[in-house]
């Protein structure tokens, strides 16, 4: 978890990484109770994580810092919620089903979330973040179940492909799903883009 974070001090001890983890909850709670994300000052995370500003800059470098490492968080634990998913997935089960189960994971998880706390968070990941080319890198951890996936798959509606392909058709699917949340639009979601998008993602991965 340290590594995902890229903490300014690397903890060795678990109660050092128990910290880190009760700063990053503090920042979780202090942007969803607050009006404005861009209020939210280091004080105030201060105030909820019950540590000194001294202390948050200890294993962060800035509060830009803190919020690249808590947007790294999210999207790290959200498409590794994924993994066990796939590989739990039946060897008989169709190209459908697969990515029917995909799709509805993302989905169901953007629906959860309110695009006026996620897109002002976004842009300040954005604007912190060191390497923003590499923003979708951390959703590769899904190759190699989906290759795996496709190798032990007895249905025949699976196309066996290697990294490249794989990973350029997760990056694909991501745009189908995620821009019209991230644009507000109200096609976000609806059956018709649940379809279209379903379809798509067949095709990609279909035999």
């Not at 202390?55 to 968080?73: A, E, P, V």
């Not at 951890?141 to 350029?168: C, Y």
Request: glycine share 2%.
């Amino acid at each position: 978890m340290a590594s995902d974070k890229k903490l300014r001090t690397q903890p060795k001890q678990s109660r050092a990484e128990a910290t880190a983890d009760i700063i990053i909850q503090a920042a979780i709670h202090a942007l969803e109770s607050a009006e404005e994300i861009e209020a939210v000052t280091s004080q105030n995370l201060a105030v909820k994580s019950g540590f000194s500003v001294g202390s948050l800059y200890r294993y962060f470098k800035n509060k830009d810092d803190l919020y690249t490492s808590l947007w790294r968080f999210f999207v790290t634990r959200l498409h590794a919620g994924l993994v066990p998913k796939i590989e739990a997935f039946p060897n008989h089960g169709t190209v459908r089903q697969l990515m029917m189960m995909v799709s509805e994971y993302y989905f169901d998880n953007l629906r959860s979330r309110r695009p006026s706390r996620v897109i002002p968070f976004y842009r300040l990941f954005i604007k912190a973040m060191p390497d923003p080319e590499n923003i979708y890198k951390v959703m590769d951890v899904l190759i190699e179940p989906l290759m795996q996936a496709q190798i032990r798959n007895q249905s025949g509606t699976m196309k066996i492909m290697d990294e490249n392909e794989v990973r350029i058709c997760l990056r694909a699917s991501q745009a189908m799903i995620r821009n019209d949340f991230m644009e507000r639009n109200p096609y976000f979601g609806t059956t018709s883009h649940e379809r279209i998008v379903l379809d798509l993602l067949v095709r990609l991965f279909q035999k």
